[in-house]
């Protein structure tokens, strides 16, 4: 296989030319891929959980350097077809792994220390080109790492690579990505859902042991939904912003995928806390989630909102979310009706409040600043010709969300959204005030098929109906998976919890998930 080799500040490569993927695989894997066999001598390895891998990692059983050259492989083997990653570290990530075992050595010990995760492309990475899934930022190496990125590599975690994503989070399949679709390991013909949809193929598909997104309207509950996984999207603030490319301000939240709830719970222990660079960075101390998950949840008060039961509800869907409430009702909660009245106008208010602060946050891609630069006669030409680097489907939000500003209709528009996103948030105010959690759908139905709503925007804009009145509220929520459909589609079960009660949900997700055997399904790739 051929290796090319990068400066030092740009050691990736990115899977959306046309060039074959050229990895640095291991011997075992090369002497299958050689001989035609599918070279999964290492699937005892990728099977493990993140905390599974953690445990093998800490008793001396494995390396970091292992684990990384096994995910590695695994993605030379099946990634030509999920199509998670859109850059891939490889080389910076076998560095890390090293370094990692190099630690351990000298007795060091951290919470991820040696563990390989995958994050999505709108979280800035040093050294690593990062696009939003946008032509406007292809070839972007941002100087800095994010936050959570800091963060990761603090816990000693490997980095493998950026995982694809609808352009600047805006969709809910990675179809609005500008350099390809990927597809659910489960059905490969079916869309893994979105926007964090490489993240959330790259996990199911084993290759990473967990992975960052981020949800503003749902973008990583419902892709988790899609996939079988966990996905924990942590109140606003709860998680800094820093580092992340803004979509919708207020609403952007960085997210976690992991293939079960303690998986889910370690990572986000690791990138919950304070930050004085995101302004809108909560200030407590973070507590200890994966302490609390002690599977007890006898005397759990859970709310069922009917509004999330309507028309449009895959009956799968509803059936599999049902029996998952009974069981948490088996374990000793306390299950009992809820009313959220404003649910049906939270997404005609999230389709003005997102737009109109999409539009605010893309005026910078203007090829000064950012990315590549197409030039035109004058300033205005360049400007224009640059601009059309964006993809529909941002040209679309821009345009929405500039009208909805405007002089002249603000007030109809912009104003009356934000008056109707206080309701939804008083909503789950009075309904915290009677339950502890929420328990409903994550999405209408499960993967649906590549292409289906691409030309209907807003049927795709209702695959988060079930997910997005959450954010405008800004308080927290996950989804754990709770059955397949009749074609062995996954099926997921939301938790929201009240500002802060991340603890609460996870429990609650923890104790369902230790009494059920849905997470031990593993896609059929
Ligand atoms: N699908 C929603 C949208 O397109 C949510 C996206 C997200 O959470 N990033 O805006």
Request: aromatic share 8%; charged share 15%.
């Amino acid at each position: 296989m051929r290796l090319t080799r990068l400066p030092t500040s740009l050691r990736f490569r990115q899977c959306w030319t046309n060039e074959p993927l050229s990895l640095p695989v291991s011997n075992l894997c090369a002497e299958a891929l050689a001989s035609g066999r599918s070279p999964g001598y290492y699937m005892d390895l990728i099977s493990l959980s993140l905390t599974e891998l953690r445990q093998a990692l800490r008793q001396g059983q494995t390396t970091s350097v292992a684990a990384t050259q096994a995910i590695l492989d695994r993605i030379v083997a099946v990634d030509n077809q999920v199509q998670s990653y859109l850059t891939i570290a490889d080389e910076l990530a076998l560095e890390q792994a090293a370094a990692a075992d190099a630690r351990r050595q000298q007795g060091e010990d951290t919470p991820l220390l040696g563990i390989p995760v995958a994050v999505k492309d709108v979280i800035c990475t040093e050294g690593v080109e990062t696009t939003a899934g946008s032509q406007i930022l292809s070839g972007y190496i941002p100087p800095y790492d994010a936050f959570v990125v800091q963060q990761l590599k603090q816990a000693g975690a490997v980095i493998m690579g950026k995982t694809n994503t609808d352009e600047f989070a805006m969709g809910s399949s990675t179809e609005n990505s500008a350099y390809f679709t990927t597809h659910n390991p489960w059905d490969l013909t079916r869309v893994p859902g979105g926007s964090s949809g490489g993240s959330a193929a790259a996990v199911a598909a084993r290759m990473a042991f967990a992975a960052l997104g981020t949800d503003t309207g749902g973008s990583v509950r419902q892709p988790a939904a899609l996939c079988n996984l966990v996905g924990l999207r942590p109140t606003y603030g709860r998680v800094s912003r820093w580092g992340v490319i803004a979509y919708a301000s207020s609403l952007d939240q960085v997210s976690m995928f992991g293939r079960t709830v303690a998986d889910c719970a370690a990572i986000f222990q690791v990138t919950a806390g304070y930050d004085r660079r995101d302004s809108t960075s909560i200030d407590t101390p973070v507590p200890d989630y994966e302490a609390a998950l002690t599977g007890d949840i006898r005397g759990l008060r859970v709310g069922v909102p009917e509004e999330y039961f309507g028309a449009g509800l895959q009956p799968a869907v509803a059936a599999a979310v049902l029996a998952a409430i009974e069981q948490l009702a088996a374990l000793g909660a306390e299950v009992m009706p809820v009313s959220l009245p404003h649910t049906k106008y939270a997404l005609p208010a999230y389709y003005l409040i997102a737009p109109a602060e999409a539009s605010a946050n893309l005026a910078r891609y203007d090829g000064v600043r950012f990315g590549p630069r197409l030039l035109g006669a004058d300033v205005i030409g360049t400007l224009k010709q640059t601009r059309s680097l964006f993809g529909a489907e941002a040209k679309r939000r821009i345009m929405l969300g500039t009208y909805a500003l405007s002089a002249g209709y603000y007030d109809a528009y912009y104003g009356r959204a934000l008056k109707v996103r206080s309701l939804i948030k008083q909503d789950f105010q009075t309904a915290f005030q009677q339950v502890d959690i929420i328990a409903a759908p994550t999405s209408p139905t499960t993967a649906f098929k590549i292409g289906e709503k691409v030309d209907d925007p807003l049927s795709m804009y209702l695959a988060d109906i079930l997910t997005l009145p959450l954010n405008l509220s800004a308080s927290c929520g996950l989804s754990v998976p709770c059955g397949f459909d009749e074609q062995k589609l996954p099926i997921g079960l939301q938790l929201m919890g009240d500002t802060l009660q991340e603890m609460t949900i996870l429990n609650a997700a923890y104790a369902y998930e230790q009494t059920t055997p849905w997470h031990q399904m593993t896609a059929p790739l």
